[in-house]
C-alpha cells in the first residue's frame, strides 16, 4: 500500500524523502559489492602475474639446459610446449581479470558486452570476470556469436 503525502512547508513530499533514502542504501550496498568484486579481481590479477612469472622463468630454465640424448631433448621439449600452453591459458585469464577490473573503472561491470543486459549475480559470484551473460556465452560457445574483444 502506497501512500501521498502532501507537500509539508518546506515542500518536500515525505515520500520522496524515503525513497531517495532507500535508494541511497541501495547504493552503497552496491559500491559495496563492486568494492567486494574489485578486491576479488585484483587479487587474481596479482595471482595469476606471479603464476605468469614463475612459469616464464620454468620455461627459460628448461631452454637453457642443454639435453644429451633425444631422450632428454624430448622431454625438454614436451616440457617446454607444456609450460608454453599453460602460461598462454594464464594470461588470457589475466587479460579477462583486467579487463573486468576496467568495466568497474568504467562503470560497466556486470553488463554483458554483447547484448547489455544485466549478468546473472551468481554468474558474477563464481565467475567475475566474465564479459557475457549466459544466454551470450551459450550462443558463442555454439558458434552463432562473434567473440568479442572488449
Not at 502506497?2 to 520522496?16: E, T
Amino acid at each position: 500500500m502506497i501512500f501521498c503525502f502532501p507537500k509539508s512547508r518546506r515542500g518536500i513530499y515525505l515520500f520522496s524523502t524515503f525513497c531517495e533514502v532507500s535508494q541511497g542504501m541501495q547504493a552503497t550496498m552496491e559500491k559495496k559489492r563492486l568494492e567486494q568484486f574489485r578486491k576479488q579481481l585484483e587479487q587474481r590479477q596479482q595471482e595469476l602475474r606471479r603464476v605468469v612469472s614463475r612459469t616464464q622463468e620454468d620455461g627459460r630454465i628448461a631452454d637453457a639446459e642443454a639435453a644429451q640424448d633425444i631422450a632428454d631433448r624430448a622431454a625438454n621439449s614436451y616440457t617446454k610446449e607444456f609450460l608454453f600452453a599453460q602460461s598462454n591459458n594464464d594470461r588470457q585469464l589475466l587479460g579477462m581479470v583486467e579487463m573486468a577490473l576496467s568495466r568497474i573503472r568504467e562503470g560497466s561491470f556486470g553488463e554483458c558486452i554483447h547484448c547489455g543486459n544485466e549478468i546473472n549475480a551468481k554468474r558474477l559470484e563464481a565467475v567475475p570476470w566474465t564479459r557475457y551473460c549466459i544466454e551470450c556465452q551459450e550462443k558463442m560457445e555454439k558458434g552463432l556469436l562473434e567473440e568479442s574483444h572488449t
